[in-house]
């Protein structure tokens, strides 16, 4: 069965443009999660969606990103615009929060490694 | 969320058995141990999690001590693919769903 899908896997762009990531998760899970990896910062959640509404987005950096879940299959994480600090490697993952003791079972898709120049 | 200690780099021989210390002296009693790995240009891959008894399924095995107050992943058998940086993360069953990463264990299988 297929993971979780991101597109697109490598993004370059430069700064000021427009960003757009997306997230296919497992189906029928009904929690969906955005992450960005650093050298720097490590593994930071940005912002998770349970049941296509945002519930947390206290860990994106600023106004300029953006996220959006219009269905139980698909969302997107926007940077508008993009800066070089921007540059990072963005995870999707998705989970299926209905069993106790599982909440955290999360799965993982491979990644977009963005580059802003 | 109770914080883990876990040391930076562990060295195996392919083959042999894999044990990964994390220390959680401060969990709580409603408060899991979740094992995720990371493999190079990889997400995070789950593992195995537990509460109070040890765990096993067909990737690993979870020990937790009596007092909880540290645990230990076991790679019964492991390969040059087990290769990753594990992290050890303690989460309550009341918490929002936020994984915290920490920096981990970066464990180099060797042939």
Avoid at chain 1, 13 to 21: A, D, I, K, N, Y
Avoid at chain 2, 13 to 37: D, K
Wanted: proline share 6%; with cysteine; charged share 20%.
């Amino acid at each position: 069965d297929a993971g979780v899908i991101q597109s697109p896997r490598h993004e370059v762009t430069e700064m000021g443009q427009e960003v757009t990531l997306r997230c296919k998760p497992i189906s029928g899970h009904n929690s969906l999660f955005w992450y960005r990896q650093t050298m720097m910062r490590g593994l930071e959640l940005l912002i998770y969606f349970n049941n296509n509404v945002p519930i947390d987005d206290s860990g994106m950096p600023e106004d300029r990103f953006s996220a959006k879940m219009p269905n139980a299959s698909f969302s997107t994480l926007k940077i508008q615009p993009s800066e070089p600090r921007d540059s990072a490697v963005y995870f999707c993952a998705s989970s299926l929060a209905r069993t106790r003791g599982r909440e955290y079972e999360q799965y993982f898709g491979p990644g977009t490694r963005l580059t802003v120049t | 969320d109770a914080k883990t200690t876990q040391p930076p780099s562990m060295d195996c021989a392919e083959g042999r058995a894999a044990n990964l210390p994390c220390n959680h002296s401060t969990i709580s009693g409603n408060e899991y141990v979740y094992w995720y790995r990371q493999i190079h240009s990889q997400g995070p891959q789950y593992i195995i999690h537990g509460l109070k008894n040890n765990e096993t399924n067909e990737m690993a095995s979870l020990i937790i001590t009596e007092d909880r107050k540290s645990s230990t992943l076991i790679l019964p058998h492991a390969t040059l693919r087990d290769t990753a940086v594990y992290y050890c993360i303690v989460i309550g069953i009341q918490g929002a769903q936020k994984l915290v990463f920490g920096q981990g264990t970066r464990l180099t299988i060797n042939p």
